[in-house]
């Protein structure tokens, strides 16, 4: 199990990504404080369809390089 969270900052494409907290994405941007802890999932699935249960005004999907299996969910 894994710890996902929520970028807060919008992508160019309106996007909010979901990222594990092993993806370097997430370790590159962290320090800005711009990601919102979601939870410990299984899968990565599971973690975008929690994030798009709290933040139903966003955009969600998950980030390609750490969440490919839920990336254009």
Do not use: W
Request: proline share 4%; charged share 20%.
């Amino acid at each position: 199990m894994l710890n996902y969270y929520l970028n807060s900052n919008t992508q160019s494409n309106g996007d909010h990504e979901v990222h594990k907290e092993t993806c370097p994405y997430y370790y590159n941007y962290k320090i800005g404080g711009n990601f919102i802890y979601i939870g410990t999932f299984f899968n990565e699935q599971e973690a975008v369809k929690q994030a798009k249960k709290l933040y139903p005004v966003y955009k969600i999907d998950g980030c390609a390089h750490c969440c490919p299996k839920a990336h254009r969910s």
